[in-house]
């Protein structure tokens, strides 16, 4: 309950969909990879996720390696892929798909009974212990030496399992177009491990490869859940006897078969086209989860998403705008090639809130394209820059940093020489902004009608006929074209 009222459901919002596919296709060549200890008959087997620890225990134990083992299980890997197969160009028969594990199971354990193959290299699960779990709530202990070091190891367990839960219904909520909320998924998971460890059950969270068969199987809803736990229950009080010969390796095969399925390629691919950087974060993701682990490579890669936040809020856009000929637009001179500049005019646009954490880099930035701007006029001969505008449109935000740096833009602008009319003018600072800029002793005075614009176009036509110098209405092609453009 603490974590419905800490809401600390929030956390998930750091899990982008580049991370999620990137988690997913680990996960599922991780998942996939440690199935081969069932489809190649080998015993001695890591327990660590990692590729090259699961890839080295493989090759070094080559002397295990069953080719009845191997025969039966690419034979059952091939008809469930078959299944699937099938089931994906025709969602009539998506029952072939849903049917085919179970068929599977109940097919490789007569074949396994009638055939005796246990006896002749094919691993079975053998003898299962009939019941359900006693309960444990006698055991628990709230005292003694250990417990403080029970809770830390509590916590940290309980984060992670969080995270890898939360991932995996994110992961599946993407494929299957739902929403999840982080909250109510957090209740969930610790509601269940609080009621596991009162029966005999270990710390557990939403389980990719378990999950997967389930998506694979064709659930829609939550009742799969209790169709499932019912299903078990029957099982361990019942069934048990029958799955003695039931062979490892079509629980493998099953596993392969609802995990190869979520590596999504034309997802990867479209992220590479779309955001380099995202890609970035989903290889990090997918990396971090196949050589080092999932939790890790999770923390990898969202810490490589908060730089890229950290990167976009310190190191702000600002563009040069140009009016649309014909027209009272104006635009990126980047983005549109035919904006042009207007004589006399530094026409700027900040698209990001303004604070401590970007203002001197804003400073800098917008001083730098003053010089060079004046530098391009002096060389062509054209009329000095008598108003600097900067647009605010897309400034959402400023703390005192921010208004600070509208002071130091004035004065900084004034000891550079540039001209002494030369005006710094604001357009259209939203509804928080204006009313800190006029609250602000530093920037009180400042606040004049004559420097405050609702857009550039009002501004350069209300400010054009006040020019001491008289000069075209725009810039030439040639000498636009020369105009540098710095991000």
């Known amino acids: 309950m603490n974590d419905a009222r800490c809401r600390l459901g929030f956390l998930i919002d750091f899990l982008s969909k580049a991370i999620l596919i990137g ?3 680990g996960a599922a060549v991780i998942v996939s990879l440690q199935q081969l200890k069932s489809l190649l008959g ?67 354990t007569l074949i396994v009974f009638a055939f005796k193959a246990h006896h002749h290299g094919i691993s079975v699960i053998g003898k299962l212990q009939e019941g359900l779990n006693p309960p444990s709530w006698n055991m628990l202990h709230f005292h003694g030496a250990h417990l403080a070091l029970v809770i830390k190891t509590g916590f940290v367990i309980g984060i992670i399992s969080l995270t890898e839960g939360i991932a995996v219904g994110r992961t599946f909520a993407a494929l299957k177009d739902y929403r999840v909320d982080g909250n109510k998924e957090m209740i969930a998971i610790g509601l269940m491990n609080i009621v596991g460890s009162s029966t005999s059950c270990y710390v557990t969270t939403g389980a990719f490869s378990r999950s997967a068969v389930n998506h694979n199987a064709g659930a829609k809803t939550a009742v799969s859940n209790i169709v499932m736990s019912v299903t078990v229950m029957v099982t361990l009080l019942f069934l048990m006897p029958l799955f003695q010969y039931t062979p490892n390796l079509v629980l493998g095969a099953i596993i392969v078969t609802a ?16 955001d380099k950087f995202d890609f970035l974060v989903m290889l ?3 990396l971090g989860v196949l050589f080092v682990s999932v939790q890790q490579g999770l923390a990898i890669a969202v810490g490589v998403s908060i730089f890229k936040i950290l990167l976009q809020i310190t190191r702000p856009r600002t563009v040069v705008l140009g009016s649309i000929p014909g027209s009272d637009i104006y635009r990126n001179v980047h983005h549109y090639k035919e904006a042009v500049g207007v004589p006399g005019f530094l026409i700027l646009s900040i698209e990001a809130p303004i604070n401590f954490a970007n203002s001197m880099y804003l400073n800098e930035r917008i001083l730098r394209w003053i010089e060079e701007h004046e530098e391009k006029d002096s060389a062509k001969k054209l009329s000095s820059i008598q108003y600097v505008i900067l647009d605010l449109s897309a400034v959402s935000a400023i703390d005192t940093t921010g208004v600070t740096l509208v002071k130091d833009l004035k004065k900084a602008i004034e000891k550079k020489g540039i001209e002494a009319s030369t005006i710094l003018v604001l357009v259209n600072p939203l509804g928080e902004v204006i009313e800190k800029l006029q609250r602000a002793e530093e920037t009180r005075d400042f606040m004049r009608p004559e420097n405050l614009y609702l857009t550039v176009g009002e501004a350069v036509a209300s400010l054009s006929s006040t020019m001491k110098t008289h000069s075209p209405t725009l810039y030439d092609e040639e000498a636009q074209a020369d105009i540098p453009r710095p991000n």
């Open 284 to 286: 990090c993701a997918f």
């Open 259 to 274: 995990v190869v399925g979520l590596i999504d390629i034309p997802a990867a691919y479209n992220i590479w086209k779309t």
């Open 42 to 108: 080998i015993t001695d087997f890591t327990p660590q996720m990692g590729l090259v620890p699961v890839l080295t225990s493989v090759f070094h134990n080559t002397k295990e390696w069953s080719w009845q083992t191997i025969l039966m299980g690419f034979c059952f890997l091939v008809l469930l892929l078959l299944a699937r197969h099938v089931s994906i160009k025709k969602p009539k028969l998506f029952w072939v798909s849903a049917g085919a594990p179970l068929a599977s199971v109940i097919l490789s």
């Open 23 to 25: 988690f997913m296709a």
